[in-house]
């Protein structure tokens, strides 16, 4: 199974662009990049996947390299309300999905 | 329901003794995860079941722990004779497997406290 990697923690201002990489060296064929973003006393919430180059919904964008070796999940104009624990997860469809650390992050006014 | 539930919300118990915990997952939903967070720290897996086939259990950290799941319905985590370091909240989600996106439902939790 792949292994991630992630900052600890991260600090930004309201208003800010966010980016949180993630490394995961030994990703494998199969594997898909998934983000989960968890508040206090919740579980994780899915916030975006994908395979390789760029991924962009409503809350996030997620962008891939082509050796697929890390990935960056971008917040865009972060608010107080975005101070969370976001996860990075590398599996594929029919495999465990294990969490790592995450990162912590604090949106300061 | 609509969502993954999960009880009991909250149970204390004293060493020693056994606990169950539950998790309904969606309806439909094949995959069902367990996993454990202690206070602060990251999400650690448990045991993992899909459908029919034998669960992956290779991350229940001891004996004491087993986890069962009748079908692609409510699965049962069991903890026996509960030691202090078993304080955490479990948490369990279910995904609907052989979509193009893989998307976990978390329940909200069940917080154990061992005293």
């Known amino acids: 199974l792949a292994k991630t990697t992630q900052p600890i923690s991260m600090d930004s201002y309201e208003g800010q662009e966010v980016n949180i990489t993630c490394s995961h060296n030994?990703?494998?064929?199969?594997?898909?990049i998934t983000w989960y973003q968890q508040f206090p006393s919740q579980g994780p919430r899915f916030i975006i996947q994908?395979?390789?180059t760029k991924v962009t919904n409503e809350v996030a964008s997620l962008f891939i390299p082509a050796d697929r070796k890390s990935s960056t999940l971008s917040l865009p104009r972060v608010s107080l309300s975005d101070t969370a624990v976001y996860y990075c997860?590398?599996?594929?469809?029919?495999?465990?999905?294990?969490f790592g650390a995450g990162t912590r992050l604090t949106v300061k006014p | 329901g609509a969502g993954v539930s999960q009880s009991p919300s909250n149970k204390v118990t004293e060493k020693g003794k056994d606990v169950e915990l539950r998790c309904d997952p969606i309806?439909?939903?094949?995959?069902l995860y367990w996993y454990r967070q202690r206070l602060g720290q990251g999400l650690e897996f448990l045991i993992y079941?899909?459908?029919?086939?034998?669960?992956?259990k290779s991350g229940l950290p001891s004996d004491r722990f087993s986890a069962e799941r009748t079908g692609e319905s409510v699965s049962t985590l069991t903890i026996q004779r509960t030691q202090q370091e078993d304080s955490a909240v479990y948490l369990c989600?279910?995904?609907?497997?052989?979509?193009?996106?893989?998307?976990?439902?978390f329940g909200e939790g069940s917080r154990l406290t061992v005293l």
């Open positions: 989600a279910s995904s609907l497997e052989g979509t193009e996106v893989v998307e976990l439902f």
């Open positions: 030994n990703i494998a064929t199969n594997d898909y």
């Open positions: 994908g395979y390789k």
């Open positions: 997860l590398v599996g594929d469809t029919n495999n465990d999905m294990r």
């Open positions: 309806s439909g939903h094949t995959a």
């Open positions: 079941f899909q459908g029919n086939s034998a669960p992956d």
